[in-house]
């Protein structure tokens, strides 16, 4: 599909977000399908027909989200062209994603008539949630005050979102611990 099409004649940035969409629309029917693939599968064991609906969506929304952080991060890192909005919108697509994943996680945590914050991978979520919503406002903030505050935020900002995508990666792995052993 691309590859007929003369980029000469457009310019590089609406060429680029050309690639960028065709590049994301494989992975997005993936993301989309595999919720419902992962419910009618027969591989959840002993797990109530409730918690096997549900969970593929909250691990769905963990990895979309951990996704475009990544992906906001990489952008923020290039400077390329109009990369601040790109990196703002990824980020808070991936932070309102990673709050989803919770609402859905607690909802799970509530189909299997459990008790919330019961294991490691609960309250890191929550930590996390909290990082990513603490880092979006930082980010909001440094752009709106003076040079100086607005550089020491900048360190601020930078140190709580990489600890945020590496204890997101982490949870990630702490989920898939929990899928595993059910």
């Not at 290039?78 to 994943?101: C, F, M, Q, T, Y």
């Not at 979006?136 to 600890?163: A, E």
Request: aromatic share 8%; proline share 3%.
């Amino acid at each position: 599909m691309i590859e007929n099409f003369d980029f000469r004649e457009e310019n590089r940035h609406r060429s680029r977000l050309i690639k960028s969409l065709d590049s994301a629309i494989l992975p997005s029917i993936v993301l989309i399908i595999s919720p419902e693939a992962a419910a009618a599968s027969n591989a959840h064991g002993g797990l109530s027909a409730e918690i096997a609906r549900l969970w593929p969506y909250h691990a769905s929304f963990a990895l979309l989200g951990f996704a475009f952080l990544v992906w906001g991060m990489a952008i923020a890192r290039r400077k390329d062209p109009g990369w601040l909005n790109k990196h703002r919108i990824l980020e808070i697509s991936g932070a309102a994603l990673a709050v989803s994943a919770m609402v859905v996680g607690a909802c799970v945590v509530s189909a299997a008539s459990q008790e919330h914050f019961r294991v490691p991978h609960a309250y890191l979520g929550a930590f996390v949630v909290l990082l990513l919503i603490v880092n979006t406002l930082l980010g909001h903030i440094q752009l709106r005050v003076g040079m100086d505050f607005g550089k020491k935020l900048r360190r601020f900002h930078r140190l709580i979102g990489r600890s945020a995508l590496l204890l997101m990666a982490l949870n990630i792995l702490f989920g898939m611990i929990i899928v595993g052993s059910a």
